[in-house]
């Protein structure tokens, strides 16, 4: 094991980085354990990939509740990458109890703003439930058993602006991911990143699915198109694609979140919200096109999101026809778009989802996914 790295401005780590932290932190309260301080603060190391060694979190807050509880509190720090989970509080409250030879020696729970899936289990993936098990099993006295439940003060709130509900995560934010350090989705780094792939996946196949993060591949993968042939494209639309035309490939399918992809039909091709967010005009402009009303139009404006959005055009009658023309655009501005910066043609295609994950639209040419090369 490498020695402890400290949490710093040019490190972002995880969500489930953070929970494990506090749950950890009021664990070894809970023992007596003294956490080491560093300027001024606790910090409590998190063992993570065996080739990071393990991380050094700062604890906000931390204390005994009774005699077998406690509570403590970190704060996500993504660093310097683009994440709406950026400062939320994360309380990890902990209780040692007699141990129950029917139930596993560590229980995970998901407290207020943490998601849930539709049986009740808390939204605790595979990454994250590793990482409590390696930090907090081995400390566990015997005899006994440890309760951890993760509280999210404002991830009930925070999950509204995700696509987590078309996922079956509900009432709150996961602890998803695959790593410790946060993937940047923004970043000049995260754009080299998929070019690389994307050059390596062309070297197989002339036709890709484009998706916008992970609930765009999963939509990608349950329509049937091979894992091979899709590329994650985060916010880099617009430069992937000019790369793939550059790079001989024949047709691209974007995927993804029709809060998300429809700027593009307002010819924002790097869809990050600290770039430009103009989607409820868009949405208005797609309404006035197809003979909505100037109310109907004023009353869209008001709304604050996409979703009430759509909810508004579904009780007009207008969603369907609305969010059609928008696939429609967005075809039209990517293939305008590539021919631009590319001098080249790209057959596409384009898959509108909502919030529950059902696919709304289609347009474009390769509509049918089959399990070959073609999309």
């Not at 309260?29 to 991380?55: D, N, T």
């Not at 009740?120 to 590793?130: F, K, T, V």
């Not at 695959?178 to 070297?203: D, M, N, Y």
């Not at 909505?292 to 999101?305: M, V």
Request: hydrophobic letters at 45%; aromatic letters at 6%; glycine letters at 8%.
């Amino acid at each position: 094991m490498q020695d402890s790295l400290p949490s710093s401005p040019q490190r972002g780590y995880t969500l489930p980085v953070f929970a494990v932290a506090a749950a950890k932190a009021a664990f070894h309260h809970l023992l007596k354990i003294p956490l080491p301080q560093e300027g001024g603060c606790p910090v409590v190391a998190v063992q993570v990939e065996p080739e990071v060694g393990s991380v050094r979190i700062p604890v906000e807050q931390v204390a005994t509740l009774s005699e077998n509880t406690a509570l403590a509190i970190t704060r996500s720090d993504p660093g310097p990458h683009l994440d709406l989970t950026r400062n939320t509080p994360v309380w990890g409250w902990v209780a040692l109890e007699e141990k129950d030879p029917t139930a596993p020696p560590l229980l995970l729970e998901a407290g207020e703003g943490l998601g849930r899936h539709a049986d009740g289990s808390p939204a605790i993936y595979a990454y994250a439930r590793h990482l409590f098990e390696v930090n907090l099993l081995a400390g566990i006295p015997e005899g006994y058993r440890l309760r951890v439940r993760i509280i999210l003060p404002e991830g009930k709130l925070l999950a509204e602006r995700t696509s987590n509900a078309a996922f079956g995560v509900l009432e709150g934010l996961a602890l998803v991911g695959t790593r410790a350090e946060v993937e940047p989705s923004a970043s000049a780094e995260s754009l080299e990143q998929a070019r690389q792939e994307l050059q390596q996946k062309l070297e197989q196949h002339r036709q890709l699915a484009f998706c916008l993060g992970s609930h765009g591949q999963q939509v990608a993968l349950r329509q049937g198109i091979p894992a091979e042939q899709i590329l994650r494209v985060a916010n880099w639309v617009g430069p992937l694609l000019v790369e793939a035309a550059l790079r001989g490939a024949e047709a691209v399918h974007l995927i993804g979140y029709h809060g998300k992809l429809i700027k593009l039909a307002g010819g924002i091709f790097t869809t990050s919200s600290h770039v430009a967010d103009a989607r409820l005009e868009i949405l208005v402009a797609a309404l006035i096109r197809c003979g909505g009303a100037a109310e109907q139009a004023r009353r869209l404006l008001e709304l604050g999101t996409v979703e009430a959005a759509v909810q508004y055009l579904e009780s007009l009658g207008w969603a369907e026809p609305v969010l059609q023309a928008l696939a429609c655009r967005i075809c039209e501005r990517a293939t305008a778009y590539v021919q631009k910066y590319a001098g080249r043609s790209l057959a596409l295609a384009v898959t509108l989802f909502d919030r529950q994950g059902q696919v709304c639209v289609q347009a474009g040419q390769g509509l049918q996914p089959q399990p070959a090369q073609a999309l």
